[in-house]
């Protein structure tokens, strides 16, 4: 299964932690600009097929291509590069830098690849500007809301201009209020810059969201599309 202009192909994977494997043969493939949401119960493999395709985590078996690239024959190296300059995260809790303010945050991954601090400054504002949260700017990460933080982490990922964000439960431990801003201003913005999303969720509101359904159960991928 290599559907003609993917730009990121999961065939095969497998992976085990013990002796019940969390990923038994999944497939995956997402297009450039779609939103694909992931979902299935707990414990059925979501995370570590997102950990696969993003790099994080190397398949024992089966192949994972980005661009053509194949991610699992990189070097560590490659691979991290790779991901810095291609890839953006968001998890279930922001992980921002306490010590640091929002704007900084968000600046950050431009001041990790060389932008001056002023030119990194003014685009994370408007990336502060975007995701509806200006007034933080100055404020360190324990000074604002869990909604307000996961905005500053969405503005984070996409500041450098990601080709594919990896969404691991964004909104999991959000009201259902802001989990439902967040992610109409995630995926909104997302569209506007034609990243790929894979948005790992629980939740079947968030799939609305979504483009296309991916189920994952007992290590299995399942393409929902045309079904139901
Ligand atoms: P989901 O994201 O759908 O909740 P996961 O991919 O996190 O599922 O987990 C799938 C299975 O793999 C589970 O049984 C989980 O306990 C196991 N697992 C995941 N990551 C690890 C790990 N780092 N070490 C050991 N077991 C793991």
Sequence with gaps: MTPAGSLLVGEALRKAYGPTPALDGADFSIHPGEVVAVMGPSGSGKSTLLHCLAGIVRPDAGTVRYAGRDLTAMADTERSA????????VFQFGQLVPEL???????LPLRLNGVRRREAEARAAEWLERLEVTDVAAKRPGEVSGGQ????????????GPRVLFADEPTGA??????????????????????AVVLVTHEARVAAYSDREVVVRDGKARDMAGVG
């Design 82 to 89: 790779l991901r810095r300059g291609e890839f953006g995260f």
């Design 101 to 107: 303010s929002c704007l900084e945050n968000v600046a």
């Design 149 to 160: 933080g996961q905005r500053v982490a969405v503005a984070r990922s996409l500041v450098t």
């Design 174 to 195: 959000l009201d259902s209020f802001n989990g439902e801003r967040v992610m109409l201003l995630l995926t909104e913005a997302a569209r506007e810059t034609r990243a």
